[in-house]
T-cell receptor, first 111, second 112 residues
Framework: SQQGEEDPQALSIQEGENATMNCSYKTSINNLQWYRQNSGRGLVHLILIRSNEREKHSGRLRVTLDTSKKSSSLLITASRAADTASYFC???????????FGQGTELSVKP | DGGITQSPKYLFRKEGQNVTLSCEQNLNHDAMYWYRQDPGQGLRLIYYSQIVNDFQKGDIAEGYSVSREKKESFPLTVTSAQKNPTAFYLCASSEDGDQPQHFGDGTRLSIL
């Protein structure tokens, strides 16, 4: 079962613009994670935000979490062609490390 | 360099055949996971293991089997009971259930 839903499904922007991706989920969570996947490759972890945190930064990435709305957003500032990839949110609910992944946002950054 | 190695990169299965996908990690992680990814979709959990000699079914375990005899290895067998095995299979590991997961580069399985 898919817990997270990303919006939009696909996003195309020019290099230098900001990219915002949203994730909504249905049940209470321990943490929410964002991953990136280049075509044909495995996923790479980007950032983890815990349920008691509201915002985290890592380089050009900014993640927000609103537990009252059960939603998160990932902002990539000053995008580069190398940021072209699929981006997934994943939520962890209880013990055991099980992550529930959304269906992803496909980001295309044009040079 | 520590990491996760999946092999083979491409695998073809004949009707009625079982095939085994390899996943090895040298990160000294306790937890390991197998996911299936279909085109344009997110990941679905097949099996996971929190510690050696223990594993649990995920959301889509039917037609698959695993073993966890060694900390560094978590092979996945796709049995003939799995009628739609064509997919991209990803293995991951983490220090424990609360930490981010590290992924291998996947095995793409197709039907001959």
């Amino acid at each position: 079962s898919q817990q997270g839903e990303e919006d939009p499904q696909a996003l195309s922007i020019q290099e230098g613009e900001n990219a915002t991706m949203n994730c909504s989920y249905k049940t209470s969570i321990n943490n929410l994670q964002w991953y990136r996947q280049n075509s044909g490759r495995g996923l790479v972890h980007l950032i983890l935000i815990r349920s008691n945190e509201r915002e985290k930064h890592s380089g050009r990435l900014r993640v927000t979490l609103d537990t009252s709305k059960k939603s998160s957003s990932l902002l990539i500032t000053a995008s580069r062609a190398a940021d072209t990839a699929s981006y997934f949110c994943a939520t962890r609910r209880g013990g055991g490390g099980k992550l529930i992944f959304g269906q992803g946002t496909e980001l295309s950054v044009k040079p | 360099d520590g990491g996760i190695t999946q092999s083979p990169k491409y695998l073809f299965r004949k009707e009625g055949q079982n095939v085994t996908l390899s996943c090895e990690q040298n990160l000294n992680h306790d937890a390991m996971y197998w996911y299936r990814q279909d085109p344009g979709q997110g990941l679905r959990l097949i099996y996971y293991s929190q510690i050696v000699n223990d594993f649990q079914k995920g959301d889509i375990a039917e037609g698959y089997s695993v073993s966890r005899e060694k900390k560094e290895s978590f092979p996945l067998t796709v049995t003939s009971a799995q009628k739609n095995p064509t997919a991209f299979y990803l293995c991951a590991s983490s220090e424990d259930g609360d930490q981010p997961q590290h992924f291998g580069d996947g095995t793409r399985l197709s039907i001959l």
